[in-house]
């Protein structure tokens, strides 16, 4: 049972559009979420996160919005640049126990058209 | 570099055979994860220490899989009598406080024939 779900497994966006990339979970005891970005042949890096008390963070062109009561998230990237193209992840952490493990989703890879 | 290291970046075994793969955390850093991405997933977790200590080794698959971290910095995955279904990307992570920010390795590809 996936408890973090990406349903898109790939999205094409023109440079300098906007991308959106969405991110859906079911566990009621996930309270903070991450978002990482991966190139090939290399390991996840941390992009962005929101905690459950809040419903936007924003960090440059990446903005993140946390809608808790449809349980989704969703990514923007403004404006989209080729260097953007890469795996995005979308992760969710619990509060209290087993706080440290992240349960993530199966990634949306991106790619910036020039 | 100050990152992740991990080693082998890449290896080729056939089943049956012992492998194990290294991850040196960054300096200072005493919480250490293991996660294991197969093709198509997301990285899932394997197991978390604190310390020298597994504090939490609740995602190992089965009892193939064992892990330590002897002196509380770099950590061995072993991984006994291997089989195809495990081949994957394992990924090592560390943070310097429980629930910080990971900070992940390049990963080692494990392929078994």
């Known amino acids: 049972d996936q408890q973090v779900k990406q349903n898109s497994p790939s999205l094409s966006v023109q440079e300098g559009r906007i991308s959106i990339l969405n991110c859906d979970y079911t566990?009621?005891?996930?309270?903070?979420f991450l978002w990482y970005k991966k190139y090939p042949a290399e390991g996840p890096t941390f992009l962005i996160s929101i905690s459950s008390i809040k419903d936007k963070n924003e960090d440059g062109r990446f903005t993140v919005f946390l809608n808790k009561s449809a349980k989704h998230l969703s990514l923007h990237i403004v404006p989209s640049q080729p260097g953007d193209s890469a795996v995005y992840f979308c992760a969710a952490r619990p509060f209290g126990a087993g706080s440290y493990q992240l349960t993530f989703g199966k990634g949306t890879k991106l790619s910036v058209i020039p | 570099g100050a990152g992740v290291s991990q080693t082998p970046s890449n290896k080729v075994t056939e089943k049956g055979k012992y492998v194990e793969l290294r991850c040196d955390p960054i300096s200072g850093h005493t919480a250490l994860y293991w996660y294991r991405q197969s093709l198509g997933q997301g990285p899932e977790f394997l197991i978390y220490?604190?310390?020298?200590?597994?504090?939490?080794d609740s995602g190992l698959p089965n009892d193939r899989f064992f892990a330590v971290r002897p002196e509380g910095s770099v950590s061995t995955l072993k991984i006994q009598r291997t089989e195809r279904g495990d081949s994957a990307v394992y990924l090592c992570?560390?943070?310097?406080?429980?629930?910080?920010?990971?900070?992940f390795g390049e990963g080692s590809r494990l392929t078994v024939l």
């Open positions: 220490f604190q310390g020298t200590g597994a504090a939490d």
């Open positions: 566990n009621s005891m996930f309270d903070y």
């Open positions: 992570a560390s943070s310097e406080t429980t629930a910080g920010e990971l900070f």
